[in-house]
């Protein structure tokens, strides 16, 4: 620690920070534009003048760049003397000269940090009164807006989409002050990440698209910390809601995970919680009738008279629910009647997974941990469109060769131009080994393109050449050769190996050979990481929990085990084909589904009762690393309804539970449920304290939902009742709705409903909400793993004797698309504006001039007696014999996964 003194107080620092980052670190307002926590300095704006003193006889002192002032011993600074205050004002009025002033229509208005910055500055008054600069817009997409003539010209946003993501299509152009940031030539921007410009710029330049169809200022908004449903990484979210809708997304930060950033699917994809036709009351049909129910009542009574035996009823859970909710249907059926609702494929994966993360000594990095590796490994998964941030953190850790360049010469970690210039591009290694192309071939080292068996054969060669004790793999081609030693000596010669693989593929022997090449570098010594990758946001937390496939369970329905069947939160039609699934529906008396979108599967129920979804309800999701995280209910539904009949899912299930069995209802908060789960399944006992319960309180008041400058809550209801009722109450967690209740709940909890404190009313103040900027909040990370990590343990080798079995004809393989593989974003009206309009279908070159077939071509197989009709686009990448498909779209299901197809044939159409 460096002793420094600012504003005559005396302060123990990190010199290994700048000035800036330690000023707003200990709490000091120092405006400031082009800085931001994750992009380093660069010293643009000017905007973060304060005064060196010398000594402390010194009266004169010099100005200096705060963001770009290293920390020495006995430094002396003063932030809020006269010279530095109008220094700092006078940059403001310099930046606001070309400013259009348009506040009140501007959508950034009241969470702007341009606002923020000039009321911190005292610039009132407007003296400039000449013709200002002006531009013409760009169409970026349909997420994102732009009005450049707010721009301030802090570069902060293509420092982010180039120099941070690694976008090549957006920039800046001009000259002097004409300088304009956007596309060479409008159009959608094709970065993953392309959101993030909303919250990196500090004025209203970037804007949400979708946001701007039902606009709502920042302080009207309610609010919930949340977490991301659409894949596997659990980003931390904020979910801001009005009039019942979901109106807004924001970056929640989360120092492990996701911190400053989310991808675009995690942003942009949050309209299907607001749809028409989503399920409000429960609904009966049969014999071609269907009838709307009474009540909640009158629906748990037809339901149990329906359901005579529980030993009859066969239970098919989800891992797009909350472990809440699977927990209370396996509590209802029996964990012998209970499925985790995946296919036989991917469970298989989960379960290895599971016991990988518990078993094996091989510790999984965060994704904020997986920055600081020097040689990555990815087998058989396209991680920027699966896990989209663990790809944005594969390319930090990629360029952290050029950190170590830097720190070698004395360069410190925040001076990004220098960083930029003394590394000449110098790279960390990054392999893939995949089926086919991805987004991160750009900054890899070495791309090898293989089907799914011979992705499996090369990674046990791997091991086997950098452990001996493992087996070896014959017959490798000579490219195959060449392959596997580079990847070998780049791992022998790491100090820090990454191995990434998952469940993507459905190969469990991937995933073993995956575990193999991690052991053998394990044993080496060397501090390996392994990041084993699954499909949905609760994989791990549902399998926890066990169960039978989802093959097993239609089979078992198909022999008349079970005369009844109830489906939570899940579409089978997702995963079988239409006559299979029609199969099974004829072999149960009772089809009860229970969702809150109306699914295919909801629309064939006898019974379809309604249900929140993750913005309407609170839970608990785990995420790749166990991490079992709580997301919290953003606004009551029924607030808004007339006698709606949704409930939580947890809260159907128990309460049929307890009228089949005649017992009392035990479980009446989230809180009751919880206790049940760690109490009966030892693989959630630190459920406990991953969150305050609902009886945490601050100075006897539960936390505020809303703003205090939130209005307009006297009419959110007038559509319904002009009278205002009360406000919902609870139950399940610590928030209270509306704004009434503890406004600073950062210093009590990790869980925040909203980042804003008085002065800083845009993103920017997380900055805020930190012990250190850039750092853990102040009540730390939330959430904890439930599978401790313990160095000392082992697992034994995977044998390779399953490699080499290969077939004739076409052998199915998935892939994947950011917008288009997860079912939840699939519903959101603009998400369907902008996805695919047909089934792709993938082939090789060698194949395509076989069936003299082009990219564009339309062909078809079969497969279960159904016809099957795809477009196919051809790649040089892929290895003939594969058909590559996007399964899970367009009535493409996911159980064709590695299936064998035999009658693949051009049609015309």
């Given at each position: 620690m460096t002793i420094i003194f600012i504003n005559n107080k005396k302060y123990d620092v990190n010199e290994s920070d700048n000035l800036l980052h330690i000023c707003l670190s200990l709490g000091f307002d120092i405006p400031y534009f082009c800085w931001h926590p994750a992009l380093g300095s660069v010293g643009a704006c000017r905007q973060c003048i304060v005064k060196q003193y010398h000594s402390f006889e010194d009266k004169i002192g010099r100005l200096v760049v705060s963001c770009m002032t290293s920390i020495v011993e006995g430094l002396i600074i003063s932030t809020d003397d006269h010279e530095s205050k109008d220094f700092r004002k006078s940059v403001t009025e310099l930046l606001m000269t070309n400013h259009p002033h348009d506040c009140p229509v501007c959508e950034e208005g009241g969470s702007c940090h341009l606002q923020d910055m000039t009321v911190m500055n005292k610039h009132y008054i407007r003296r400039y009164r000449f013709k200002k600069r002006t531009h013409n817009n760009q169409y970026l997409g349909s997420f994102i807006g732009h009005e450049m003539n707010r721009c301030i010209s802090c570069y902060r946003c293509v420092r982010y989409y180039k120099d941070y993501s690694d976008g090549i299509d957006f920039g800046v152009y001009g000259i002097s002050n004409n300088v304009y940031f956007g596309r060479l030539e409008e159009g959608p921007l094709d970065s993953e990440f392309s959101g993030n410009l909303i919250d990196v710029c500090p004025t209203g330049v970037f804007t949400d698209k979708i946001q701007s169809e039902k606009y709502t200022r920042k302080w009207d908004l309610q609010y919930a910390p949340s977490i991301c449903q659409h894949c596997c990484i659990g980003c931390n979210i904020t979910a801001g809601e009005k009039y019942g809708e979901i109106c807004k997304i924001e970056n929640r930060y989360h120092g492990s995970i996701n911190r400053y950033f989310l991808c675009d699917l995690g942003r942009f994809s949050y309209s299907y919680s607001n749809l028409q036709d989503r399920p409000r009351y429960s609904v009966v049909r049969f014999k071609n009738e269907e009838k709307v129910l009474e009540s909640v009542d009158s629906s748990i009574e037809l339901i149990t008279k329906r359901l005579v035996s529980v030993s009859k009823v066969l239970g098919i859970g989800s891992s797009?629910?909350?472990?809440?909710?699977?927990?209370?249907?396996?509590?209802?059926?029996?964990?012998?009647?209970?499925?985790?609702?995946?296919?036989?494929?991917?469970?298989?994966?989960?379960?290895?997974?599971?016991?990988?993360?518990?078993?094996?000594?091989?510790?999984?990095?965060?994704?904020?941990?997986?920055?600081?590796?020097?040689?990555?490994?990815?087998?058989?998964?396209?991680?920027?469109?699966?896990?989209?941030?663990?790809?944005?953190?594969?390319?930090?850790?990629?360029?952290?060769?050029?950190?170590?360049?830097?720190?070698?010469?004395?360069?410190?970690?925040?001076?990004?131009?220098?960083?930029?210039?003394?590394?000449?591009?110098?790279?960390?290694?990054?392999?893939?080994?995949?089926?086919?192309?991805?987004?991160?071939?750009?900054?890899?080292?070495?791309?090898?393109?293989?089907?799914?068996?011979?992705?499996?054969?090369?990674?046990?060669?791997?091991?086997?050449?950098?452990?001996?004790?493992?087996?070896?793999?014959?017959?490798?081609?000579?490219?195959?050769?060449?392959?596997?030693?580079?990847?070998?000596?780049?791992?022998?010669?790491?100090?820090?190996?990454?191995?990434?693989?998952?469940?993507?593929?459905?190969?469990?022997?991937?995933?073993?050979?995956?575990?193999?090449?991690?052991?053998?570098?394990?044993?080496?010594?060397?501090?390996?990481?392994?990041?084993?990758?699954?499909?949905?946001?609760?994989?791990?937390?549902?399998?926890?929990?066990?169960?039978?496939?989802?093959?097993?369970?239609?089979?078992?329905?198909?022999?008349?085990?079970?005369?009844?069947?109830?489906?939570?939160?899940?579409?089978?039609?997702?995963?079988?084909?239409?006559?299979?699934?029609?199969?099974?529906?004829?072999?149960?008396?009772?089809?009860?589904?229970?969702?809150?979108?109306?699914?295919?599967?909801?629309?064939?129920?006898?019974?379809?009762?309604?249900?929140?979804?993750?913005?309407?309800?609170?839970?608990?999701?785990?995420?790749?690393?166990?991490?079992?995280?709580?997301?919290?209910?953003?606004?009551?539904?029924?607030?808004?309804?007339?006698?709606?009949?949704?409930?939580?899912?947890?809260?159907?299930?128990?309460?049929?539970?307890?009228?089949?069995?005649?017992?009392?209802?035990?479980?009446?908060?989230?809180?009751?449920?919880?206790?049940?789960?760690?109490?009966?399944?030892?693989?959630?006992?630190?459920?406990?304290?991953?969150?305050?319960?609902?009886?945490?309180?601050?100075?006897?008041?539960?936390?505020?939902?809303?703003?205090?400058?939130?209005?307009?809550?006297?009419?959110?209801?007038?559509?319904?009742?002009?009278?205002?009722?009360?406000?919902?109450?609870?139950?399940?967690?610590?928030?209270?709705?509306?704004?009434?209740?503890?406004?600073?709940?950062?210093?009590?909890?990790?869980?925040?409903?909203?980042?804003?404190?008085?002065?800083?009313?845009s993103i920017q103040a997380w900055n805020k909400f930190q012990k250190n900027i850039n750092g853990e909040l102040y009540c730390g990370d939330s959430g904890k793993r439930l599978c401790l990590y313990d160095s000392n343990k082992s697992m034994p080798w995977f044998d390779n004797t399953l490699v080499g079995i290969f077939h004739k004809n076409y052998s199915i393989f998935p892939y994947y698309l950011l917008f288009g593989s997860e079912q939840l974003s699939q519903l959101s009206p603009v998400i369907k504006r902008n996805t695919l309009k047909d089934a792709i279908g993938m082939i090789s070159k060698q194949d395509a001039d076989c069936l003299s077939v082009q990219s564009g071509s339309t062909m078809e197989f079969s497969y279960f007696d159904t016809k099957f009709v795809i477009k196919v686009k051809v790649s040089s990448e892929i290895e003939s014999g594969q058909l590559g498909l996007l399964l899970g779209y367009l009535d493409i299901p996911l159980f064709l996964s590695r299936r064998m197809v035999v009658n693949l044939r051009k049609i015309t159409v």
């Open positions: 797009r629910a909350s472990l809440e909710s699977n927990y209370a249907l396996q509590n209802l059926v029996g964990i012998e009647h209970f499925s985790v609702g995946m296919l036989q494929n991917e469970w298989d994966c989960v379960i290895l997974i599971i016991k990988i993360l518990k078993n094996s000594g091989i510790y999984t990095p965060t994704l904020r941990e997986i920055e600081e590796y020097d040689t990555i490994l990815i087998l058989g998964e396209d991680i920027t469109q699966t896990s989209p941030m663990i790809a944005l953190s594969v390319r930090q850790a990629v360029k952290g060769k050029s950190r170590s360049i830097a720190l070698s010469k004395n360069i410190p970690k925040w001076h990004t131009l220098a960083i930029k210039n003394v590394s000449q591009k110098i790279r960390n290694k990054l392999f893939i080994i995949n089926t086919h192309s991805t987004k991160l071939d750009d900054i890899s080292e070495a791309s090898y393109f293989c089907s799914i068996n011979n992705q499996v054969k090369l990674s046990f060669e791997i091991a086997h050449k950098i452990d001996r004790n493992f087996s070896n793999v014959s017959n490798l081609s000579e490219n195959e050769i060449i392959i596997v030693e580079k990847i070998v000596y780049a791992l022998l010669s790491s100090k820090n190996p990454l191995i990434i693989s998952g469940s993507h593929s459905n190969s469990i022997e991937l995933i073993q050979a995956a575990h193999n090449i991690a052991k053998a570098l394990k044993n080496i010594k060397k501090r390996v990481g392994l990041v084993l990758l699954t499909s949905a946001s609760n994989s791990l937390g549902v399998g926890l929990l066990e169960g039978i496939s989802l093959e097993r369970a239609m089979n078992s329905i198909l022999e008349k085990k079970y005369d009844s069947l109830i489906i939570l939160e899940n579409d089978l039609y997702r995963y079988f084909p239409k006559s299979k699934v029609k199969q099974v529906f004829n072999n149960v008396k009772n089809i009860l589904v229970i969702d809150h979108i109306n699914t295919n599967t909801m629309k064939k129920a006898h019974i379809a009762l309604p249900v929140t979804n993750s913005f309407e309800s609170s839970g608990t999701v785990v995420n790749y690393e166990s991490r079992a995280q709580r997301f919290f209910q953003v606004y009551d539904p029924n607030f808004y309804g007339n006698n709606w009949h949704i409930l939580d899912s947890w809260m159907w299930l128990h309460r049929i539970d307890c009228t089949l069995r005649k017992k009392h209802q035990m479980w009446y908060r989230l809180d009751d449920v919880v206790h049940s789960i760690f109490s009966d399944n030892l693989n959630f006992k630190q459920l406990r304290i991953i969150a305050p319960d609902s009886s945490f309180k601050v100075f006897g008041q539960k936390l505020a939902r809303s703003p205090h400058r939130c209005s307009g809550r006297t009419s959110v209801r007038s559509n319904i009742d002009v009278h205002e009722i009360s406000q919902p109450e609870d139950k399940n967690s610590m928030f209270s709705f509306s704004m009434e209740g503890c406004q600073q709940s950062y210093k009590h909890s990790s869980y925040i409903p909203f980042a804003w404190v008085p002065g800083w009313n």
